[in-house]
């Protein structure tokens, strides 16, 4: 049973360009979220996808947008990238539309991004 | 928004020793209390959590306790291996609320 995938792993973008990052959820798993991790800092909530739409957001611009398909895979869209946007992108992906709800959630190992 | 504060940020131990890590918060709403392992490379992995309506929980050789009065809950690891070098983020938040704001995290170095 595949956990959560993200691509790409890596990747290098100029400043000002728009990148497009992936993640398919864990088998079973209805409920995606978005995270940023600079480096050396925790992870920042950005936001979460259920039933195909955003269901909370966090402190982030709308610059960065997001899409869930019906098959549960989502997507995170950064516009007119920052250097400040260098950093990992998590996936993460639970059961049910709960999130914390006690049901272990699942993070995939991230997209790297540089941006320069 | 709440505020979580962890520590130490890093933390060195001999094999075989005990490790503590501290996680302290603002929001007196939060009732969920995981505690995530993210190894070099690698997403965080959830190897821990509490509600807030227990006041310890135990795993093998991590626990967790929560002093919800005081706004904060610790990691406990005994018997300290060197697979335990990790860094550490608790992730205090209200169930229900779709989202969670993690510590800095703390860096364990195990040494053999």
């Known amino acids: 049973d595949a956990g959560v995938t993200q691509s790409p792993t890596h990747l290098i973008k100029t400043r000002g360009q728009q990148v497009t990052l992936r993640c398919s959820p864990k088998s079973g798993h209805d409920t995606v979220s978005w995270y940023q991790q600079a480096l050396g800092q925790g992870p920042q909530f950005i936001f979460q996808?259920?039933?195909?739409?955003e269901r909370q957001r966090g402190n982030f611009p709308d610059r960065f947008s997001g899409h869930q398909f019906p098959n549960y895979s989502s997507e995170l869209n950064v516009n007119a990238l920052l250097l400040g946007d260098s950093a990992l992108y998590l996936c993460?992906?639970?059961?049910?539309?709960?999130w914390g709800s006690g049901n272990t959630i699942y993070f995939g190992e991230g997209s790297w991004l540089t941006v320069v | 928004g709440e505020n979580v504060e962890q520590h130490p940020s890093t933390l060195s131990v001999q094999e075989g020793d005990s490790a503590v890590i501290k996680c302290t918060y603002s929001?007196?709403?939060?009732?969920?209390f995981p505690w995530y392992k993210q190894e070099l490379g690698k997403g965080p992995q959830l190897i821990i959590d509490?509600?807030?309506?227990?006041g310890e929980k135990k795993d093998q050789r991590i626990a967790v306790t929560l002093n919800k009065t005081a706004k904060h809950f610790s990691l406990h690891i005994t018997e300290t291996q060197p697979e335990d070098s990790a860094v550490y983020f608790c992730a205090p938040e209200i169930l229900y609320a779709g989202k969670s704001t993690f510590g800095d995290g703390t860096t364990l170095t195990v040494k053999p």
């Open positions: 509490i509600r807030s309506n227990v």
């Open positions: 996808y259920y039933e195909e739409e």
């Open positions: 993460a992906s639970s059961k049910r539309g709960a």
């Open positions: 929001d007196s709403a939060s009732n969920y």
